[in-house]
């Protein structure tokens, strides 16, 4: 059993959605947010008080909406005298880059946290054990290097892409999975390096995953193609597109 709470659905440069950024509790209690952009942090202050409550976070790709926000998240995290460590999950070279986005916005702040930053560097097609869960890794075809994330608990599967459009390796990766949040940045695959609507129910419907969110949408393709996509939500009740606040349980 897992819950997931949306707390953005929206791309970089979205005015009315924050950078898509998940939070996830294990039926154990174990607390993930899942890609921290520049509106994340924010978004997870408003919705958990507890400064010890999140266990890790895990960081998609190193594109701003998807990154950015850790400045803050570790900033408020210290204010409100945290005490746990943090786990931060990512790709190789992860450690070296929070390191020095935290100099830059806070410089010295590093040295006088009160609580350790515990750094996990993964790679595609890898696997690791943490807060309960096994992480198990693809990369998907985006600009920047980026993994898609499997995250079990023996009984429920959940899939978070991160940005770029599934490989064959998604595929294998994702198949029967529970919930699949993933981005689709078009209807159809016009952009290089990202993923669509179409895409994305292709991948569905080859892997059998049971449900999918779609997020990450171009602003402009979720305000002028609503009724369009509407209607491709209408023909499969396990296709949806949550807005910012929505919650889903799994399964
Ligand atoms: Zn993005
Ligand atoms: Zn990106």
Redesign the pocket.
Known sequence: MMQILFLGVGE?CDPDHGNTSVLLTTGAGASLLLDCGFTAAHRFFAACSDPDRLDAVWI??C?G??YFGIPLLILRFREMGRRRPLALVGQAGLEEIVRSLMEMAYPGFMVKLGFALQFHETGPEQTLSLAGLRWRTAPTL???P?LGLLLDDGSCRLYYS???RPGDRVAGLVRDCDLAIHEAFRLEDEVA?HGSIAGCRRLKAGARIRRLALVHLERRVRRKQRQEIGRILDQDPDLFLPEDGDTVSVP
Do not use: E, K, L, M
């Open positions: 970089a998609s790709h594109h909406d998807h985006h600009s920047r980026n991160g940005d770029g390096g």
